[in-house]
Structure formats: C-alpha cells, structure tokens
C-alpha cells in the first residue's frame, strides 16, 4: 500500500504546484487577452496529449496493464489532441470557438474518466511503467487548465454580452491593469 501512497502524495503535490503556478503565472497573463489570444497557449499545451498513446507501447507500461484503462485513456487523450489542433486552426472564429467547447468538455470527461478506469480496474502505479509522470506530472496541469479554458469562454461570453448593452463611448472593465 506505501507504494501506492506515493503515488497519490505525488499527485496531491502536482495538483498544488500547478495550482500555484496557474494563479501566480498563467492566469493574470491570459485574463487580459482577447479570448482566441488566451486560448492558444492553452490549446497548443493539450494538442501534446497524444503522449497517451504511451500507454499503448509494449515495454513502456507493464503488460499488467489493465487494458480497459490503456486504450480508453490513450484513445481519449488521442481525440482530445486532435480536437485542441482542430481548434486551434479554426480560431479566432466562431468554428473555432465551437470545438473549442467541444475540446474542453471532451478533455475534462476523458481525464475525469481515465481515473475512473483505473479506479475501477484497481491499477497499481507499477502498473505504469515509464509513464508514470502522466498522471503524476501531466494530468494535474492538464485538468487545471481545463478549468482555464472553461473560465475563459464562459468570461469573455459574459462580455459579448456586456459589450452588446453598453452605451456609445462606454468602456469595459476587464478587472484588471488598464
């Protein structure tokens, strides 16, 4: 069981340095931008989610591997990859706005799904072999910046919005540094 201790101490330790380091760094940088601006970073980071495919690799994961977990998060993160390109080149219009949604759901079901297979499939974290930092490293920020990606469309809707009921000469506050 110690083993498997570390294992979640590592991603109790990931989930907070990425924390950090999102509020501190990435979020005052990206709440100023103009929404297709601000998700580009954030698009580009999730298009190298085809690195889920490791889990797939003979040799990289052991071969007790739970299967169900394997292909399920290694297929999700591969469409998830491929959504995050699709709306990268698709912005700054609406299509790209569109699988920009579409993106971000997808991607926090299939991460969200992918600790539930495991869960459920009772994996070890032995079990990983060398992609042992994917869920120690990599989910954390990614599921972080999930969150950044959902509070950048949901805000800049809300000033559409709010840009459509002001009055000729009236400027929007974005809450921050002029």
């Known amino acids: 069981m110690l083993p498997q201790l570390w294992f979640f101490v590592s991603i109790a330790f990931s989930f907070s340095a990425w924390g950090i380091v999102a509020k501190r760094y990435i979020w005052p940088k990206l709440r100023l931008l103009r929404r297709a601006e601000a998700l580009r970073p954030l698009l ?3 298009s190298f989610r085809f690195i889920g495919l490791a889990f797939l690799v003979p040799g990289v994961v052991s071969p007790e591997l739970p299967s169900a977990f394997a292909y399920s998060a290694a297929y999700g993160d591969l469409v ?25 759901g997808w991607g926090l079901a299939d991460l969200l799904n992918a600790f539930y297979q495991a869960n459920h499939a009772g994996l070890v974290a032995g079990q990983l072999g060398a992609t042992y930092f994917i869920p120690t ?23 559409s919005a709010m840009l459509g009921n002001r009055h000729p000469g009236e400027q929007l506050s974005t809450g921050g540094h002029p």
């Open 80 to 104: 998830a990859a491929t959504l995050a390109l699709l709306s990268l080149v698709s912005l700054p219009g609406g299509t790209g706005i569109v699988i920009a949604w579409i993106f971000n």
């Open 137 to 159: 490293l990599v989910v954390p920020l990614l599921l972080i910046t999930h969150g950044i990606v959902f509070q950048i469309l949901l805000q800049h809707r809300s000033q």
């Open 44 to 46: 580009i980071l999730h």
